[in-house]
């Protein structure tokens, strides 16, 4: 049980690291293509990616994913076509920490939520605690260390379309469990990024024509490379093993991480500066990770 908790963590601090340069690449490319067109161009690349490993899976597994095509469907809705256009479109307003930081807030909320009521997930002291403390932290975070700002905060448009993603996403990592028996990670993977990409075409051809054109250049490329392999095929592989081993409500606690990541991002590729309202609540985020994924002691008898 205990070495299951520390593969699993590790598989969700990795995830959480390549995704958290996202929010800076969602930044970078808002003047490149439009958030539904770099959806697209994200579901796309990733199916041509994995495809050739997965596609004898998804062959054999096609019965399974018949009997269960409204799940299949509402998991590339949700999780895929609508939860990165949010993102993306939040990059036309949001700063890259504030959009990590809205998103990673709401999502381990949702998933701990909807564990515990739809597949089990146990909350016990430990989970509610490092929930509780994760919230501290964003909130220390968004305030920058003084409780006066509470009062004055506003929400923008980018924050609001955060909190829709991290909804999306915690919702995604829970129904994840209720993956249909017998169906590989693989072909569960190409399956959904499949309908991910057929569900964003339509509106991608329309932003393509009538709302942003695509530049297209060396910069969209590596931006599409970086979303299309690192954010989506290796990420997805191992978030969804590291939901298998420890559970939605705890992977999802990791994402907390993002706002800590992508400001030190920030500094290494934008030249910002961290602040101590950033080391403080990295600090309070990290210790709320460590109290909600500490094993807990099995009982004999």
């Given amino acids: ?56 899976n998804l062959k054999a597994e096609w019965p399974i994913i018949k009997e269960n095509k409204l799940y299949f469907f509402l998991m590339g809705l949700i999780g895929f076509a609508v939860y990165n256009t949010l993102i993306y479109t939040a990059g036309h307003y949001a700063t890259a920490i504030n959009m990590a930081l809205f998103g990673s807030t709401v999502n381990p909320i949702v998933a701990a939520l909807l564990g ?34 509470i009062v004055s905060l506003q929400f923008g448009k980018g924050d609001l379309w955060m909190i829709g993603a991290g909804i999306c996403f915690g919702s995604y990592n829970v129904f994840v469990k209720k993956k249909p028996v017998g169906i590989s990670n693989k072909g569960f993977l190409l399956c959904l990024f499949i309908i991910g990409a057929i569900l ?11 709302v942003q054109p695509v530049i297209y250049d060396t910069h969209l490329l590596w931006v599409v490379l970086y979303i299309g392999i690192g ?52 600090i309070i985020i990290i210790t709320g990770i460590v109290i909600n994924t500490w094993p807990t002691k099995q009982t004999n008898g």
């Fill in 1 to 56: 049980m205990r070495r299951t908790n520390q593969i699993g963590a590790l598989l969700a601090i990795s995830s959480t690291i390549i995704w958290s340069g996202n929010f800076i690449v969602s930044r970078y490319a808002i003047h490149l293509a439009g958030p539904v067109s770099i959806a697209f161009f994200r579901w796309i690349t990733a199916t041509i990616c994995l495809f050739p490993f997965a596609f004898q």
């Fill in 116 to 149: 515990a009521w739809l597949v089990n997930e146990k909350l016990q002291w430990k989970n509610i605690t490092g929930i509780f403390l994760c919230i501290i932290g964003t909130l220390y975070l968004l305030t920058k260390g003084d409780i006066h700002n």
């Fill in 200 to 210: 964003l075409l339509p509106g991608a051809l329309y932003e393509m024509n009538y």
């Fill in 231 to 282: 954010n989506s095929t290796i990420s997805y592989l191992i978030w969804n093993n590291a939901i298998q081993k420890i559970g939605a409500g705890k992977a999802s606690l990791f994402l907390t991480l993002g706002p800590i990541l992508s400001s030190f991002e920030a500094v290494l590729f934008l030249n910002e500066k961290v602040n101590q309202a950033q080391i403080i609540s990295g």
